[in-house]
């Protein structure tokens, strides 16, 4: 069958192909297309067969608001969870949602953005791995725009993330009150505002008991690579450190991988502490203490706070710090 084209279309409605293509396209209301010229459109591209797809679209009594969720990386079992979690929760407010993965570059995460503004997309949940807010802060003019887990700190952007700096705190916190004082830190990157965070609280922790203790941070990546490469540098030091404190998961199962090559065992040998949460955590043996963020809920805080921008047409001025907990289980030693 010959596919029809716009200029049949146009010819058929006397219309032009500019308008045409706007009602298509849902920018009818931008454009101040009367409801009598809308109807024309879609009565003839319904009739020649042209764009079915958008003609269902644009037929449905209530259309589907669109949103894009663009996540760092999709390997990483921490934004795996968070795209699951807010994608449940979008469907409960009957959203489509658009998925994209930028494998933690920023060309991508630009082309990705790009994309979303070409679809049209009713609102964004971004956890960014670029360096410059100008783009996001630009698009948030005329598309509600929400940064989860990472964000940017001197921006009008609104954001939910954890207290980075509360679930690090507490963390070291229990390394010091369990007697360690040969503490190493394996981070991701500097830039990060969640590692930058992260740090902050254990550096604070440690300023506040007061009592002496060796704290080295070592690595640039929130990677099962830099979690292996920095754990088998820091477990080659002397003396070795008494415990490793990952600042992710993934940084944790690298680092779990040369504590094993090293033959240590854990805890009798090394302590270990994880930043982030997953249930294979509690399959290890032992099973890893760990600082677990509230990935549900700042799902549906991210959502919830995309659907009052739309619903009430305004830009989102909102920032949302979480309380993470700590599980504690098999992977610390008491010393003294």
Do not use: W
């Amino acid at each position: 069958m010959k596919k029809t084209t716009l200029n049949e279309v146009s010819a058929h409605t006397q219309l032009s192909k500019t308008t045409i293509s706007r009602v298509l396209n849902g920018k009818s209301r931008e454009f101040r297309i009367n409801r009598h010229t809308q109807e024309r459109v879609i009565a003839a591209a319904q009739e020649l067969n042209y764009k079915p797809q958008l003609v269902a679209q644009l037929l449905h009594k209530k259309p589907m608001s669109t949103i894009g969720i663009v996540m760092p990386n999709l390997s990483n079992p921490f934004f795996a969870s968070l795209a699951s979690a807010i994608s449940v929760e979008a469907k409960k407010h009957d959203l489509f949602v658009m998925l994209f993965d930028t494998q933690e570059d920023p060309v991508q995460e630009d082309s990705a953005l790009s994309k979303m503004q070409e679809f049209r997309v009713d609102g964004i949940i971004i956890a960014p791995c670029g360096r410059d807010s100008r783009k996001l802060e630009k698009i948030n003019r005329t598309i509600p725009v929400v940064q989860v887990d990472r964000y940017f700190e001197n921006s009008e952007l609104s954001y939910v993330s954890t207290n980075n700096y509360r679930g690090a705190y507490e963390a070291m916190r229990l390394l010091l009150t369990s007697g360690h004082r040969n503490v190493v830190c394996i981070q991701g990157p500097t830039f990060s505002v969640t590692n930058r965070e992260r740090i902050r609280g254990c550096r604070q922790a440690i300023e506040e008991f007061g009592q002496e203790c060796s704290l080295q941070v070592l690595g640039n990546d929130f990677t099962i690579q830099n979690g292996y490469i920095e754990g088998q540098m820091a477990l080659s030091r002397k003396p070795r450190p008494t415990a490793i404190f990952a600042m992710s998961n993934t940084i944790m199962l690298g680092t779990l991988r040369a504590i094993k090559e090293h033959h240590l065992a854990i805890p009798d040998d090394i302590s270990l502490l994880s930043f982030d949460d997953n249930i294979f955590i509690d399959y290890l043996n032992p099973p890893i203490t760990r600082v677990a963020q509230p990935v549900s809920s700042m799902g549906i805080a991210a959502i919830k706070m995309v659907v009052n921008s739309i619903q009430n047409s305004g830009e989102l001025h909102s920032n949302m710090l979480l309380t993470p907990t700590i599980i504690n289980r098999d992977s610390i030693r008491i010393i003294g």
